[in-house]
Structures are given as structure tokens and as C-alpha cells.
């Protein structure tokens, strides 16, 4: 009876040894799992962080662009406006209007070409950092299969 006893106490002591050992690294697995996980959150909060500030700057870009833009428009329409008023005939102001529709057509194209492509440029930009965290959880997801 002695030695069924000892054999049956030998066996709950490995049953414990055992059971506080997996416990222990399923602890510390999942403290590293959860220490990962909160530093893949940090990289992607930083991330964001970058791709806002970035588009900030875009829109600030754009913005002083339209400002600009506007400005030299408007002393374009005054400038056309004075020489319509100086006009001696009719003639010569349908020729001067036509002139001015013309010229204001050609930059209000040319602006939409610089604006469109400083748009695109700070998208890419702003999209920059999100797409590199994107590729390394990629990247991650694909060294763990």
C-alpha cells in the first residue's frame, strides 16, 4: 500500500511539475505574442500619424497654389476689364474678350495640370508610410507560414 501511495504521489507531483511548466510558457508566449502585437500597433499608429501630416503638407501645397492662382487670375480679369472699357469700337472688344477667353482657357488648363499633379504627388506620398507598414505585416503573415 505504501509504495501505491508513493507511486500515486510521484505521479501527481509530475502531473503538477508538468502542468505549472505549460502554463508558464503558454504565459510567456502569449506576453511575447502580446508585446508584438503592441509594437506592430505603435508602427501603424506612427504610420498614420506620418501619412496625415503628409497630406496636411499636400493640401497646404495645393491650397497656396489655388491662392496664388486666384490672385493672378483676378488681376488678369481686372487688367482685361480696363482694356475692354478703353476699347474705341465694338471690333475691338469682342477681339480683346476673345484674346482674354483664350489666354484664360490656356491657364486655367495649365493650372489644372499643376494642381492635378501636386494632388497626385501628395496622395503618393501620404500613402507612403501606410503602404511600407502594409508590406512588412505582409511580409510578417508570410514568414510565419
Known amino acids: 500500500m505504501a509504495a501505491a501511495t508513493e507511486t500515486a504521489k510521484n505521479t501527481v507531483e509530475q502531473m503538477t511539475v508538468a502542468t505549472n511548466v505549460a502554463f508558464k510558457d503558454g504565459v510567456e508566449k ?15 499608429l506612427e504610420a498614420v500619424v506620418a501619412s496625415a501630416t503628409a497630406s496636411a503638407k499636400g493640401a497646404e501645397a ?26 474705341k469700337s465694338m471690333q475691338e472688344v469682342v477681339e480683346l474678350q476673345t484674346a ?10 495649365s493650372q489644372f ?22 508590406a512588412a505585416t505582409v511580409e510578417k503573415f508570410q514568414a510565419v507560414r
Open 100 to 109: 482674354f477667353a483664350k489666354s484664360a482657357m490656356e491657364t486655367y488648363m
Open 62 to 87: 495645393l491650397s497656396a497654389q489655388a491662392m496664388t492662382f486666384s490672385k493672378a487670375m483676378f488681376e488678369s480679369q481686372v487688367t482685361a476689364a480696363k482694356s475692354m472699357a478703353a476699347a
Open 30 to 44: 502569449s506576453m511575447a505574442a502580446m508585446t508584438e502585437m503592441n509594437t506592430h500597433s505603435k508602427k501603424y
Open 113 to 134: 495640370g499643376k494642381m492635378s499633379e501636386t494632388m497626385s504627388a501628395s496622395m503618393k506620398e501620404s500613402m507612403k508610410p501606410i503602404n511600407e507598414r502594409v
